[in-house]
C-alpha cells in the first residue's frame, strides 16, 4: 500500500473514532447527572502520611480506584445515596466508611488506616517494613506488569547507588565496574533496550561508546522517592523500551510537620588502605494550610548527598586471533597478548534535588523540580602485557598445547586519568481536575556531559626473548623465561612514546507531552478513556582530543637504565590474591618530570594525533512526535487494557570521512558528511489482569516495541585505508585490499513483539510471591558485522599509476539481523517471618531468580546463542545466562574488584566474546565453544575454552 492510501485509510479511522468519542461523551454527561463522585486521600492515622497504591471499592461492587502517590483516589460515576466504601492496604486492617452522595456532585471524604503493626514497648516493628508496603501496594494495584521499590525500603540496604538498588528486582542484571553497579540490563536484553527516566522522562546518555542508555552509577538512590521498573508498557509510554523501563521517581512533600534527616558514615578499606565517607540530608514540609486543602498548599523539599571512596581492580585479559595455528597435526586458537591490569580508583559521587509543589485546591496542583547529579572518578591504573609473535608457538615437553613463545616482549604502561559525568534535570508539570476531565502535563529538560580525560598513558617496551607460560589457558597464568627474568628492570630497552586523551560527549533532551483521560461506564463496568500526545529533541554530539609524542632518543638516554629510574617503590603483592605475579610498576610522576625536563626528546605525532582525533567526531539530532489513545475496562473481576501508539522520529548526522594510508588520515581527504532518516512506528498493546482475589492477581499482556540505534552506528561517518597496493601490475585481477570503517545511515531500529504473564500472590504480613515467563520476538537487531565487499574506488598503485576500478575492501559496519527469540522465567519471594518468636519478628526474605536463553539468525549464521556484554562488539547484542559472545576475534577476561566495605571481595565471572571469524570469507568458522567456570567462597577458578572445527 503506498503512502497515500495509507493516509486515507488512517483519516477514516480517525474520524470514526472521533464520533465515537464524541458520542460518548453525551452518554457520559447524561449519565454524570444522575450519579455523583467520591474523592479524598487514604492516609497514616498515626503520622499522616499518604498510602500510594490502596484500593478503595464501593462494597458490594466492583467499582473503585486506587490512590496515587500522593495518596489520592476519585471513584466516578457513584450511585446517589448513602454508600459505603471499603478500604484495603497491605499492612493496615480494612475499613468501611459510609459516605452520602449526592447527584452530579464531588464529595470529599479522607480516610485514616491504622496499622496492623506489632508494638514491643515503644518499638514498632511496622516501620522495618513501610517502605515494602508502599512498594507492594503501587504494584498490586498497578494496571499494567512492574515492579516498585520504595525509598524507605532502599534506605534499609546498603546500596550506594540505583543500580545497586535494582538488584532487589527480579530480572534485573547490573554490569559492575570500580566495586559498584553501573549499566542495568532487564531480562536478558542488552543495557541499551532498557529506557531510564526521571519523572517519566528519559535522561540523555553520554557513554562514549554512542549508547542512549546512561549509567545508573551517576545517581545516588537516596535523592529518589522510588523506583518503578516497567515491564509491559502502555500506550503513554515512550516505545522505545524493549527491555523495559526503570523510571526514577522525585519525592513530594507529604506534610505540614517538618521532617529532617541527616547521616553521616564513614569506614577504613584495608585492601587500599584508605579512608571512605558518606553523608546525606533531607528537609520534608508543607506550608500554607488552608479549609481546601488542609495538609498545606505549598510543598518544599531539599536533598543532598555527598559519598567518597577508594576502590580497585584486578584484571587479567587474553587476546586470540582469529586464525587457526596448526601444530602437531592439531589445530589451536593462540593468544596474540596477555595482559595484567592493576587499577586504583577514587570515586566521588554527588547528588542535589529540591521539589517545590502547590496545590490550588484539591482539584489542581503544579510542581518544578531540580536535581543535579555529578560522579567524579580519578584512576591510577598500570598494566603489565606480554606480546606474543604468533607464528613463534611452540609445544612444550609433554604438554598437550603450545606453552612456549620464542619471540615474546614484555610492556609496561602506565594511565593516570579523570572522568567527570554530570547531569542537569529540570522538570515542570501539573495535574488539573476538569470537571470528569483528568489533565496532566510535564515539560522537561535534562542536560548531561561526561569528560573523560584518559590523562597521559606511557609505553616502555623490552626486546624479545623466549617465554614459558605457567597455567596456560587459565585466568592466572604466569610468564617465565628459560635464564631470563621477565620481571627485571633494565628488561626495558624502548621508551615509544606517551599519549594525552580526552573524548567529550555531550547530551540533552528536551520534551513536552500532555494526557487527557475521562472516565466513563458501559451498564455497570467502570472504565476510562485517555489520550496524549508528546514532542521530543534528543542532541547528542561526541569529540575526542588526543595528542601524540614520540621519544626521539638523541644518544644522551641510556634506555637500559631508563626504566629502573621510573620504577616505583611499591608492587602489588596481592594481585589477583597473589596468584599472579604484575612485576614492577612505573611512577607517573617520575615519568611527568623526565618529560618536563627533556622536552626536546619528544616530537609531537601530527599524523597518528589526526588518525585518532578524526574518526571519532558526530554530531545527531533526532526529533520525535506521538501521539496514543488508550482504553480501559473493568468487568467483574477483569481489567482489560487496549491502546495505540504512533511515534515518528526525523533523525539527522554529521560526522566525518577521511581516507587513510593505513598509519595517517590523508590530508584533503576529511570531508564532513551529512544523513537524514525517518522512522515510523505503530505500537498497539493489550493487557489484562484477572483479580482471583484482594491479594491474588492474574496478568498477561501483549505490546510492541522498539530500540533505537546506538548514536555511534547510525551516523554515516567513513574511514578508508587501502592496507595493501599491489606492486606488478602484470595480473589483470591484481587490485589492492583495503579496510572500511563505516557507520550505517540506512541501519534500522530493532522491533519487538513481547508477550507476558505474571501469576502474583500478595501476602497479608507485607510480602509477595510472584512468579511468570516472558517471549520477545525482535526483528533487524544490531550488530557489528565483519565482511568483504567489493566497491568502485579511485587509488595510487604502487608503481605511481592512479586507478579507477574495483577494490576488495574487508568492512566493519553496524547491519540489521534478521530475528531473535529471547524468553525466560521469573521468580521472586518477599516474605516476613513474623512467625518466629521475639526480636527475630522482624526478620525478612528476599530472593528472586530469572532465567533467560536466547538465539538470533543473520544473513551468514543461523540459529545459535547470542548473549553478549554490552560494550563488546558483538553479534548480536543480547545478554544471557552466560556471558559469551558469538561473532570474530577471541578475548578473555578476569576481574577481582573490591569497593568501600573492607574485606568484600567480588569476583566477575569469565566474559569471552568471538568478533572475527564467523562472517569473513575464508576464515574456518568455530562450531563448537564450551566453557567453565567455578566461582566458591573467595576463590575462583576457571579454564579457557575449547574451541574445535
Known amino acids: 500500500m503506498n503512502t497515500k492510501l495509507l493516509l486515507q485509510a488512517w483519516a477514516k479511522k480517525a474520524l470514526l473514532l472521533g464520533t465515537l468519542l464524541l458520542l460518548s461523551v453525551f452518554c457520559f454527561e447524561a449519565l454524570a447527572q444522575q450519579t455523583g463522585s467520591v474523592r479524598g486521600r487514604v492516609l497514616d492515622e498515626t503520622n499522616g502520611e499518604p498510602l500510594p497504591g490502596a484500593n478503595v471499592v464501593l462494597k458490594g461492587t466492583l467499582k473503585g480506584a486506587s490512590t496515587d502517590l500522593s495518596g489520592y483516589y476519585q471513584i466516578n460515576f457513584v450511585p446517589m445515596g448513602t454508600q459505603v466504601l471499603v478500604i484495603s492496604y497491605l499492612g493496615y486492617r480494612e475499613q468501611e466508611v459510609s459516605v452520602q452522595v449526592n447527584p452530579g456532585q464531588l464529595t470529599q471524604l479522607n480516610i485514616n488506616l491504622a496499622s496492623e503493626a506489632s508494638v514491643l514497648g515503644e518499638i514498632v516493628v511496622k516501620g522495618l517494613i513501610e517502605g515494602q508496603e508502599?512498594?507492594?501496594?503501587?504494584?498490586?494495584?498497578?494496571?499494567?506488569?512492574?515492579?516498585?521499590?520504595?525509598?524507605?525500603?532502599?534506605?534499609?540496604?546498603?546500596?550506594?547507588?540505583?543500580?545497586?538498588?535494582?538488584?532487589r528486582i527480579p530480572g534485573i542484571n547490573i554490569e559492575r565496574d570500580r566495586g559498584e553497579g553501573g549499566e542495568v540490563q532487564l531480562r536478558g536484553a542488552p543495557a541499551s533496550f532498557t529506557t531510564i527516566n526521571i519523572n517519566g522522562e528519559q535522561i540523555p546518555g553520554t557513554q562514549s561508546s554512542g549508547q542512549r542508555n546512561e549509567e545508573l552509577s551517576l545517581i545516588p538512590v537516596d535523592q529518589l522517592t522510588s523506583i518503578e521498573v516497567t515491564k509491559a508498557i502502555t500506550s503513554d509510554q515512550d516505545g522505545d523500551n524493549i527491555g523495559g523501563t526503570v523510571d526514577l521517581r522525585t519525592p513530594i512533600a507529604k506534610g505540614p510537620k517538618p521532617k529532617m534527616k541527616m547521616e553521616l558514615g564513614g569506614g577504613y578499606n584495608n585492601i587500599v588502605e584508605k579512608l571512605n565517607f558518606i553523608g546525606k540530608f533531607g528537609y520534608n514540609q508543607r506550608f500554607m494550610p488552608s479549609a481546601k486543602v488542609d495538609e498545606g498548599r505549598l510543598g518544599l523539599v531539599l536533598g543532598g548527598s555527598y559519598f567518597a571512596t577508594d576502590n580497585g581492580r584486578d584484571r587479567t585479559q587474553y587476546q586470540y586471533t582469529s586464525r587457526y595455528t596448526v601444530l602437531d597435526e592439531t589445530q589451536f586458537v593462540l593468544p596474540t597478548f596477555y595482559r595484567l591490569r592493576d587499577l586504583e580508583n577514587q570515586r566521588t559521587r554527588t547528588g542535589l534535588s529540591a521539589t517545590l509543589d502547590y496545590k490550588f485546591n484539591t482539584r489542581h496542583s503544579m510542581f518544578f523540580n531540580y536535581m543535579y547529579s555529578r560522579r567524579f572518578d580519578r584512576d591510577e591504573e598500570r598494566r603489565t602485557q606480554f606480546d606474543f609473535n604468533t607464528t613463534a608457538w611452540q609445544l612444550g615437553e609433554a604438554s598437550p598445547i603450545p606453552n612456549f613463545n620464542t619471540n615474546t616482549s614484555v610492556r609496561r604502561f602506565v594511565n593516570p586519568r579523570e572522568q567527570e559525568i554530570n547531569n542537569h534535570t529540570f522538570t515542570i508539570g501539573g495535574e488539573h481536575q476538569l470537571g470528569t476531565w483528568q489533565l496532566d502535563y510535564l515539560l522537561f529538560l535534562s542536560d548531561s556531559r561526561n569528560s573523560a580525560n584518559k590523562g597521559r598513558s606511557y609505553d616502555l617496551r623490552s626486546n624479545a626473548f623466549v617465554a614459558e607460560i605457567q597455567n596456560f589457558y587459565t585466568d592466572f597464568a604466569n610468564v617465565t623465561s628459560p635464564g631470563v627474568d621477565v620481571h627485571n628492570p633494565f628488561l626495558i630497552e624502548s621508551f615509544r612514546d606517551y599519549v594525552d586523551q580526552e573524548d567529550i560527549v555531550e547530551s540533552r533532551n528536551t520534551s513536552a507531552k500532555f494526557n487527557l483521560s475521562r472516565p466513563f461506564q458501559v451498564n455497570a463496568y467502570q472504565g476510562l478513556f485517555k489520550f496524549g500526545g508528546k514532542f521530543r529533541t534528543i542532541e547528542n554530539s561526541r569529540e575526542r582530543l588526543f595528542t601524540e609524542f614520540d621519544f626521539q632518543n638523541d644518544g644522551t638516554v641510556s634506555l637500559p637504565n631508563l626504566f629502573p629510574a621510573f620504577v616505583s617503590n611499591v608492587e602489588d603483592q596481592q594481585f589477583m590474591l597473589n596468584r599472579v605475579r604484575f612485576g614492577p610498576t612505573l611512577d607517573f610522576n617520575q615519568m611527568d618530570a623526565f618529560i618536563a625536563a627533556n622536552p626536546t626528546l619528544f616530537r609531537f605525532d601530527e599524523i597518528n594525533s589526526r588518525s585518532q582525533s578524526v574518526p571519532q567526531f558526530y554530531d545527531a539530532r533526532e526529533d520525535v512526535y506521538a501521539a496514543y489513545a488508550m482504553g480501559k475496562l473493568n468487568v467483574r473481576k477483569f481489567m482489560l487494557l487496549a491502546g495505540f501508539r504512533y511515534e515518528r522520529t526525523n533523525v539527522s548526522y554529521e560526522a566525518n570521512r577521511a581516507d587513510s594510508d593505513g598509519e595517517d588520515i590523508i590530508e584533503g581527504t576529511i570531508e564532513r558528511v551529512s544523513g537524514e532518516r525517518n522512522f515510523n512506528f505503530f505500537l498497539p498493546n493489550f493487557h489484562a489482569k484477572y483479580q482471583i482475589d484482594n491479594l491474588t492477581n492474574l496478568r498477561a499482556a501483549l505490546t510492541w516495541s522498539f530500540a533505537r540505534s546506538n548514536f555511534v552506528d547510525l551516523v554515516p561517518f567513513q574511514i578508508i585505508n587501502l592496507r595493501e597496493v599491489p606492486i606488478d601490475g602484470t595480473d589483470p585481477n591484481s587490485r589492492p585490499i583495503g579496510n572500511i570503517n563505516e557507520g550505517n545511515i540506512n541501519l534500522n531500529p530493532a522491533r519487538a513483539i513481547n508477550f507476558d504473564l505474571l501469576f502474583e500472590r500478595y501476602l497479608k504480613n507485607v510480602g509477595i510471591v510472584s512468579g511468570g515467563v516472558f517471549y520477545k520476538r525482535i526483528r533487524d537487531f544490531n550488530f557489528v558485522r565483519e565482511f568483504t565487499e567489493t566497491r568502485p574506488f579511485t587509488?595510487?598503485?604502487?608503481?605511481?599509476?592512479?586507478?579507477?576500478?574495483?577494490?576488495?575492501?574487508?568492512?566493519?559496519?553496524?547491519?540489521?539481523?534478521?530475528?531473535a527469540h529471547l524468553y525466560g522465567a521469573e521468580i521472586n519471594v518477599q516474605w516476613q517471618l513474623d512467625f518466629l518468636p521475639g526480636p527475630l519478628e522482624g526478620l525478612g526474605v528476599y530472593a528472586n531468580y530469572t532465567f533467560t536463553h536466547s538465539d538470533a539468525s543473520t544473513l551468514s549464521a543461523k540459529t545459535f546463542a547470542c548473549p553478549a556484554r554490552h560494550g563488546i562488539r558483538a553479534m548480536p547484542p543480547f545478554l544471557m545466562n552466560t556471558k559469551v559472545s558469538v561473532g570474530g576475534l577471541l578475548s578473555t577476561s578476569t576481574e577481582r574488584s573490591f569497593g568501600a566495605s573492607a574485606r568484600t571481595w567480588s569476583w566477575l565471572e569469565t566474559k569471552m566474546s568471538i568478533l572475527r571469524g564467523i562472517l569473513t570469507p575464508g576464515v574456518p568458522t568455530v562450531t563448537k565453544l564450551t566453557f567453565r567456570y567455578l566461582t566458591t567462597f573467595g576463590k575462583a577458578s576457571g579454564s579457557m575454552p575449547n574451541l574445535s572445527t
Open 795 to 819: 587509488y595510487t598503485r604502487g608503481d605511481g599509476q592512479v586507478i579507477t576500478g574495483p577494490v576488495d575492501f574487508n568492512i566493519e559496519q553496524a547491519q540489521n539481523g534478521q530475528v
Open 134 to 167: 508502599k512498594a507492594l501496594n503501587q504494584q498490586r494495584t498497578a494496571d499494567n506488569i512492574k515492579n516498585v521499590i520504595s525509598a524507605d525500603l532502599i534506605g534499609r540496604f546498603p546500596d550506594l547507588n540505583v543500580a545497586e538498588a535494582l538488584m
